[in-house]
């Protein structure tokens, strides 16, 4: 399968942000919440002021207990603390909903940017990040970025819980609360050393998940390979190792977390002992009454907890500012493929003019050097040559997927780079040598180049292809569902079913890539009728390793190296007895005897020809 773990490295477009900064970025996408995240502050602060009053009421109680027994009613009592219990609840629960919306808004909005980043960018940025480690960032990370508004919403409600007490202890006992406050430094700054570790372990534990998602999305495409080749067992291996990695990872980022609760623990158990014995021995020498001895001792778990808590949730906090700090990162990627402006042009004729194109993948591997060339528009050019001539690139640099690193690319006199992408590509048509279709009916995949098309011109256009043919032999003809990817139709009836969307489309520059080399002769020359319609008064560019599909172009340009090395009509090109001459002779001369065959049986035996498309 060629899976390789190669460890937990950031991705190239990864950056590194400060955590002040993300807060404010994080902040952006709070602002439309504004009144949700205020009701949440108001019953946060209610909910503060009714679990501060619980014990100091019952402190009051205590207090009249030892002074004037009568004066308590215990009946009245009860009441009074089962009302402030009833009333916490109440305004917890109020809080809980408004911040779930809240949360589930900030979401929703930081998914749609993520899946539009995605769309975004260029198809440099996929030939080097597999899709599973994206999908990763589109979903559970943007799932994670969300426990930092609960931790915060949480964090607030403590703190607040934690002034309120302050003050009221200060009221009390301002000595006793002093020697509270002292072993409070020691709790933060406990919390704060996990800091670094903790952001940098739950990065890890983020990136080995993406891992886990590629290797099974990659495993879950390539699941007919792998049967095929009956790779099974070494695929379960590598997932058992990659599994194991992440184990590993995740079982750290565990250890790391679940150390900080009981160092804190301890911290604040020191503080306890020293309250319990100054406490006591101030109740016992009457500075302070026993209720206010009581009030300290039940608020240590008031302050103690809410102390920790924020400690700790500094230390939680990363996991939700390391998975944003991902997702920011997928949204900050910078496009090599950049606009210098928008021309929207009124019609295109179809002329595009490369001149002394430089061009590369990476900096190892020059594709396209000193390239020029013109194609005229409504002209129909061929280019042919041995793998990794070329031929492709032009093409994608045609429909602007690459950026070309030297000289420029016009369409009809315009630089290509001030086009308006959206608009340009809308007049492009294009079929690749596997066409990918959606997960739908036939007739949704031809709609899907254009939307508003009704159901007749879908139908019309289905029918131009191969004069409808094909179609019969769908078992619910143009609602046939094509399963993922097309999986349930042949190669050749997804060839059909995409130039059938190219011709609802009806673009003005075409751009066939090899989109014949993977059936057989019969399919081929039922796909030819479909695409000499395609070809007609457009400007195109067939990629082609079937002679059928190229022998008839106006022009074909053979490409080596990425260089042109010879350019002429097919009978030119044969006189003169050169690469081309030399192509034929070894690799297309049998084909066209195959083609002529093919075509002799489409005209007298149209049925075989559906029985060996199906």
């Not at 050019?381 to 032009?394: C, D, E, M, P, Y």
């Not at 429909?399 to 308006?420: C, K």
């Not at 796909?527 to 599909?549: F, M, W």
Request: proline residues 3%; without cysteine.
């Amino acid at each position: 399968m060629g899976f390789i773990m190669d460890g937990l490295d950031a991705e190239s477009y990864d950056r590194t942000y400060r955590d002040r900064d993300l807060v404010k970025r994080i902040i952006t996408y709070f602002r439309p919440q504004l009144g949700r995240i205020g009701a949440v502050a108001l019953t946060i602060l209610l909910s503060s002021l009714v679990n501060t009053g619980l014990p100091i009421f019952i402190s009051d109680v205590l207090d009249r207990l030892e002074a004037a027994p009568e004066t308590v009613n215990l009946i009245v009592t009860a009441l009074i603390i089962t009302a402030l219990g009833v009333t916490g609840w109440v305004f917890n629960f109020i809080r809980q909903r408004f911040q779930s919306e809240a949360i589930g808004n900030v979401v929703l909005k930081l998914r749609e940017d993520a899946f539009d980043a995605v769309l975004e960018r260029d198809l440099s940025f996929y030939d080097t990040i597999p899709s599973g480690k994206i999908v990763s960032r589109v979903t559970s990370d943007t799932q994670a970025f969300s426990q930092v508004v609960t931790l915060a919403t949480e964090l607030l409600s403590q703190f607040l819980l934690i002034l309120l007490l302050i003050g009221y202890l200060f009221s009390v006992n301002v000595q006793l609360t002093f020697v509270l406050l002292a072993i409070s430094p020691f709790v933060v700054i406990t919390a704060l050393l996990f800091r670094k570790i903790a952001r940098n372990t739950v990065t890890q534990s983020r990136r080995v998940v993406a891992i886990v998602s590629s290797h099974i999305q990659e495993t879950v495409s390539g699941i007919r390979v792998a049967k095929t080749f009956r790779q099974e067992n070494a695929i379960y291996r590598e997932f058992l190792d990659v599994n194991a990695r992440a184990y590993k990872v995740n079982l750290r980022t565990g250890y790391t977390f679940s150390s900080i609760f009981p160092i804190l623990n301890i911290i604040a158990g020191f503080g306890t002992a020293a309250i319990v014995y100054f406490g006591g021995r101030s109740a016992l020498e009457g500075a302070i009454s026993a209720g206010a001895w009581y009030l300290f001792i039940q608020g240590l778990a008031m302050f103690w907890f809410p102390l920790t808590s924020i400690a700790s949730f500094w230390s939680q906090f990363q996991l939700g500012l390391a998975a944003g700090e991902r997702v920011f990162a997928l949204l900050d990627a910078e496009s090599k493929v950049v606009q210098t402006d928008s021309v929207k042009l009124p019609a295109i004729r179809g002329e595009i003019d490369f001149q002394h194109v430089n061009f590369q993948y990476n900096d190892n591997e020059t594709v396209l050097a000193d390239f020029s060339l013109t194609i005229h528009p409504g002209e129909t050019l061929a280019l042919v040559g041995h793998t990794g001539a070329g031929k492709s690139s032009i093409g994608k640099l045609v429909s602007r997927f690459y950026e070309f690193q030297g000289g420029t690319i016009a369409i009809d006199g315009y630089d290509i780079r001030t086009l308006d992408l959206a608009d340009y590509r809308s007049r492009l048509g294009v079929v690749t040598q596997t066409p990918f279709l959606f997960d739908g009916t036939v007739m949704e995949n031809i709609r899907y180049g254009k939307p508003s098309a009704s159901d007749d011109e879908v139908i019309t256009a289905a029918h131009q292809v191969g004069s409808g043919d094909w179609i019969t032999a769908l078992p619910q003809g143009l609602n046939t569902p094509v399963g993922e990817r097309g999986s349930s139709l042949s190669m050749g009836q997804r060839q059909l079913v995409a130039l059938a969307r190219v011709l609802l489309q009806n673009p003005s520059i075409f751009i066939l890539d090899e989109a014949t080399a993977s059936v057989d002769p019969l399919t081929e020359a039922l796909i030819q009728e479909g695409l000499d319609k395609v070809l007609e008064n457009r400007t195109s560019i067939v990629i082609a390793h079937r002679l059928s599909t190229i022998k008839n172009a106006d022009r074909i340009i053979v490409v080596e190296k990425g260089r042109i090395i010879e350019q002429g009509s097919h009978e030119q090109l044969l006189e003169r007895g050169g690469h081309y001459a030399e192509l034929y002779n070894t690799y297309f001369r049998h084909q066209s005897l195959e083609y002529i065959e093919s075509t002799r049986l489409l005209v007298e035996d149209k049925p075989v020809v559906r029985a060996v498309v199906d």
